[in-house]
């Protein structure tokens, strides 16, 4: 701000709030604070600072904290000042897919204009997938409106031209390089992530992201192979997570695959507090299994 005093040069910011709390294994904290954009003039600048800080204490963020357990006086808020993106198309881009669980789905929801229209359900966003290089679904949606950012600060949702509503907000090309993109940053934090992207002229901005706290916990085989998992819990309609003592229980009455009687099983693993059987050993062991369990396997 000191610069632009000198200069007379007025550039914009977006304000965004960042928790202490935010982004844990388990909580999100997603659209509990608050985040301005193009904010102009030291005079905007210090009244978004002031009311990130205060969203702290909105209710929506108080009753987060609560229903998870979180103590109010152990949470703080930074505020990060950035210098604002105008771009020409924005979205969320999930290196894991959220609905399936699938870890080697990249899912992009891209909308034009600022991702705020997304993230706030203005609009339905085109939904694209990748998987292992290839785009495998392209669903487009009728995009009808649109947030712009205002000359004088601040953003403003207006009608998209009727020309544009039904048109892809990305190109086959800029959908493969994004999620190259979003693999790069899973490898660099070591899990799948969450991340806001924008796209001004032909560059991609990456804006934030966090690791996916939605995802259900999958079982962990270090083979390097395909493997098939049948959940013990639906099958026998238990909808709850088992306690520590029945999963131990369970893996070790099962028979198939023990060095001894005590010993766990070593295809009955367990995730989330449930029990899944590996069938794959199963189809290594008596051959070809029923359709449904052998198409399953990406091969």
């Not at 904010?39 to 210090?46: A, E, H, S, T």
């Not at 998870?68 to 703080?76: A, C, T």
């Not at 098939?228 to 099962?254: C, E, R």
Request: with cysteine; charged share 20%; net charge neutral.
């Amino acid at each position: 701000m000191t610069r632009e005093k000198k200069t007379g040069e007025e550039k914009a910011y977006a304000v965004r709030s960042s928790s202490t709390a935010e982004d844990l294994p388990t909580t999100s904290f997603a659209g509990q604070h608050e985040t301005y954009l193009n904010v102009k003039g030291l005079g905007q600048l210090l009244q978004a600072v002031q009311k990130c800080w205060a969203s702290l204490f909105t209710d929506q963020a108080i009753a987060y904290r609560a229903r998870n357990r979180l103590d109010h006086r152990s949470v703080s808020l930074s505020v990060v000042v950035q210098q604002m993106v105008f771009p020409d198309v924005s979205g969320i881009m999930f290196t894991a897919d959220p609905l399936s669980g699938h870890r080697g789905t990249v899912s992009i929801d891209a909308g034009f204009g600022l991702g705020e229209a997304l993230v706030s359900g203005i609009v339905s966003a085109d939904l694209y997938q990748v998987l292992k290089g290839r785009i495998i679904k392209k669903q487009i949606a009728e995009k009808k409106k649109v947030i712009y950012p205002t000359p004088e600060g601040g953003t403003a949702v207006k009608e998209l031209p009727s020309g544009l509503q039904g048109q892809p907000a990305l190109s086959d090309e800029k959908i493969l390089e994004l999620a190259g993109l979003g693999q790069r940053i899973e490898k660099h934090y070591g899990s799948e992530q969450d991340i806001e992207w924008c796209l001004a002229g032909n560059r991609f901005f990456i804006v934030q992201s966090r690791p996916i706290t939605s995802l259900y916990p999958v079982t962990q085989v270090d083979d390097g192979k395909f493997h098939v998992f049948y959940s013990f819990a639906h099958m026998q309609m238990m909808m709850d997570a088992m306690k520590p003592l029945a999963i131990s229980l369970w893996q070790t009455m099962f028979p198939f695959g023990k060095e001894s009687r005590r010993s766990p099983s070593p295809i009955v693993l367990e995730a989330g507090g449930r029990l899944f059987f590996d069938t794959t050993v199963f189809q290594d062991q008596i051959g070809p299994v029923h359709g449904a369990v052998r198409h399953a396997l990406p091969w």
